[in-house]
């Protein structure tokens, strides 16, 4: 069945540092990568999406390249701010075969120090 | 954007009685949703899609005579968990695809306790 993992957290950086949050992923088909986030007390919220190989996905400085060959999408930000503390879920689903449940990694909590 | 509104947000009940969780579509129809459980530290685990006009499908491992579906209108899906005990105190969250789109718009979650 289709699966996500990501990175384990919770994962701490200083404002401006670089942020990687990676997301690895297996599907049966040909599914399309999200990468939701969740600020505290907040509803999830698509933050960006890909949904074919090498496509980037890119959303409030936040970037993700759809990665066939190793099956990845990882999220990147060049410099984080304190309002990007929030927890972020990798995401997955197979649209072609009319299926739109998400498959969701385990979330990645992100806290920025000033 | 669309608006998924849940509620309520917070839910205190005693063991062996039944709560009822609104999912309402505000300003789109969704005749899907979904309904997912979250536990402290994990991911969010799919427990059923609510189908408007029919019956839900359960994922498998959830017992459908404890959490009942019903998906009443376009805009309204509910979970009635019942017979609550301790075990089921966890964070439920529904959401709705947006029409003619495969983007997901989630409620902001219901924290059920069962004391």
Known sequence: GDSVTQMEGPVTLSEEAFLTINCTYTATGYPSLFWYVQYPGEGLQLLLKATKADDKGSNKGFEATYRKETTSFHLEKGSVQVSDSAVYFCALSEPLFGNEKLTFGTGTRLTIIP | ?115
């Open chain 2, 1 to 115: 954007g669309a608006v998924v509104s849940q509620h309520p947000s917070w839910v205190i009940c005693k063991s062996g009685t039944s709560v009822k969780i609104e999912c309402r579509s505000l300003d789109f129809q969704a005749t899907t949703m979904f309904w997912y459980r979250q536990f402290p530290k994990q991911s969010l685990m799919l427990m059923a899609t609510s189908n408007e006009g029919s019956k839900a499908t359960y994922e498998q491992g959830v017992e459908k005579d404890k959490f009942l579906i019903n998906h009443a209108s376009l805009t309204l899906s509910t979970l009635t968990v019942t017979s609550a005990h301790p075990e089921d105190s966890s964070f439920y969250i529904c959401s709705a695809p947006g029409q003619g789109t495969d983007i997901q718009y989630f409620g902001a979650g219901t924290r059920l306790s069962v004391l």
